[in-house]
């Protein structure tokens, strides 16, 4: 499929677009792979893959950080924007900041309708790592 698709295939444990792991190894936020085939291999590997997963899970905290107000959320809610933020994108109209900056923190939440398994499943891996 990775080969298939290229940079916009979702692949692995952590359904991650091949195109987004590059943009995390450029920015620093996990280890640079020396090849696409090596970054495919890594992102299909369970262990390997969960570096890319908390890799964007910091980047989404990262950039969420610097909207004013994130920080005052309840973690909960801090939580949900950055379970959000990694399904749906940060960018584009359709993304999370924009549907942020249209409706407020509350209001994208409310939109995109998590339910609390999504956030229960996180808080269960994240209290294992």
């Known amino acids: 499929q990775a080969w298939l698709q290229g940079d916009e295939a979702s692949i692995g ?5 091949l195109r987004r792991a590059k943009e995390l ?6 280890r640079v792979r ?3 085939s090596e ?3 890594a992102l299909l590997d369970e262990e390997a893959s969960v570096e890319y997963v908390a890799g964007m899970v910091r980047y989404l905290s990262d950039e969420l950080q610097t909207i004013s107000g ?6 909960g809610q801090q939580q949900r924007l950055i379970l959000i933020g990694y399904n749906v994108g940060l ?6 900041l924009a549907n942020i900056l249209k409706y407020g923190f509350q209001g994208a ?8 398994e999504t956030l229960d499943e996180y808080l269960r891996w994240s209290n294992q790592n």
């Open 70 to 75: 994130f920080s005052d959320l309840s973690t």
């Open 109 to 116: 939440i409310d939109i995109f309708g998590y339910d609390e």
């Open 34 to 36: 020396g090849s696409d």
């Open 25 to 30: 190894e450029q920015l620093g936020y996990v």
């Open 39 to 41: 970054r495919i291999e």
């Open 13 to 17: 444990p952590g359904q991650m677009k």
């Open 91 to 96: 960018e584009g109209d359709k993304g999370l």
